[in-house]
């Protein structure tokens, strides 16, 4: 028997998972682990390449490994891990930093985008960020990487990264594919952006039926529907983006009918959107607040992962360095 190919992902620690998270990534996880064999981390050393607070900083990554493992990461079928608790991490992305060119670095959009926001404190860190997720990759020598869209480019990155290597040392890290998740880009409540927690518009995956409900209601829709007798236009509608990553076919097609035909309202819409909606968090929300009285199972879990994320990168980085020269 072939040995099963290999995906690894990682997610910041920054508080709740939203539902951006879940349909872009974590949800194609889940799925993956059939099949795969998986490595995902809560990447913590990424999380301090912008201003944080030290303080809240456990806390986030302990929300992260409950609400990843409560939307269904099971430690008994995948290797779950706090990156910072591999150190080979780090070490490797010491190495590949000496094999990138500084120049690629500063053109990456997410670079430019946090480096805007942050101002005063644009650190090496923030600048090295795409190295460090590519060594996150490239030292379990993944086949494949499921992410949403927006880490298309870092995952462009992580191949050349790769390519650059391999040029100069010898055939060593494979290419990783990228895998995108059914929700590629899962827009946020205010229809205009990628949701994100730092944009604040977000639906959180473990949060109650009627604070999400609170979201909802006053969320934009299509805003030529002035009046619940003009008709709609669903693929203007960011709602009905929402729909057509939880509610079935037929329901679906009901409502472009209602909508375009303006026989049902908006409100009416997005309350069979929360409907089905919970039908995937109130399990995620349920098993959450089971794993909280739980604590020393998603203790046990993690440590286990480190183990096993070690034994693996130990490897992979004692062979770079080898091709490297380094004694
Ligand atoms: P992060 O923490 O921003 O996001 C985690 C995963 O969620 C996906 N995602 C989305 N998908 C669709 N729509 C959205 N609105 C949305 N928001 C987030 C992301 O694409 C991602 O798959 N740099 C990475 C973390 C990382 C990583 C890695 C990922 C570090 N090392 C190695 C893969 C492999 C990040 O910031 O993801």
């Given at each position: ?78 290797t ?224 286990e992962g480190?183990r096993k994320a070690?034994a ?16």
């Amino acid at each position: 028997m072939s040995p099963r190919k290999r995906i690894l992902s990682g997610i910041q620690p920054s508080g709740t998972i939203h539902i951006g998270n879940y349909f872009g990534a974590v949800e194609n996880w889940v799925r993956l682990m059939a099949d795969y064999d998986c490595f995902f981390t809560i990447v913590d050393l990424h999380a301090i390449t912008v201003t944080y607070d030290p303080k809240l900083l456990p806390q986030r990554v302990w929300d992260a490994a409950l609400d990843n493992m409560a939307a269904g990461l099971d430690p008994a079928r995948c290797t779950i891990f706090i990156q910072s608790h591999v150190p080979e991490h780090a070490e490797l992305c010491w190495l590949l930093n000496c094999v990138t060119p500084l120049g690629e670095l500063g053109r990456m959009t997410q670079f430019k985008e946090k480096s805007e926001r942050e101002r005063e404190n644009v650190t090496a860190g923030l600048l090295n960020y795409p190295i460090l997720q590519a060594a996150d990759i490239l030292i379990y020598k993944a086949d494949a990487v499921p992410v949403g869209e927006d880490q298309a480019q870092h995952l462009e990155f992580t191949r050349e990264v790769a390519r650059r290597f391999n040029g100069r040392f010898g055939d060593y890290f494979p290419e990783p594919a990228t895998l995108i998740g059914r929700g590629a880009r899962v827009m946020g409540l205010d229809g205009d952006s990628k949701m994100s927690k730092s944009m604040d518009n977000f639906i959180g995956v473990t949060e109650e039926p009627d604070a999400i409900w609170e979201k909802l209601r006053p969320a934009k829709t299509d805003e030529a529907r002035k009046r619940r007798t003009d008709p709609g236009s669903p693929d203007k509608c960011n709602i009905f983006g929402y729909h057509k990553l939880v509610t079935p076919e037929g329901e679906l097609r009901e409502i472009v009918a209602g909508c375009t035909g303006a026989s049902i309202g908006c409100i009416d819409c997005k309350k069979i959107l929360h409907r089905n909606l919970m039908k995937v968090l109130d399990p995620i929300r349920e098993r959450r607040r089971d794993l909280a009285l739980h604590p020393d199972r998603v203790r046990e879990a993690l440590d286990e992962g480190a183990r096993k994320a070690r034994a693996v990168a130990r490897e992979t980085l004692d062979g770079a360095k080898k091709l490297m020269g380094l004694l």
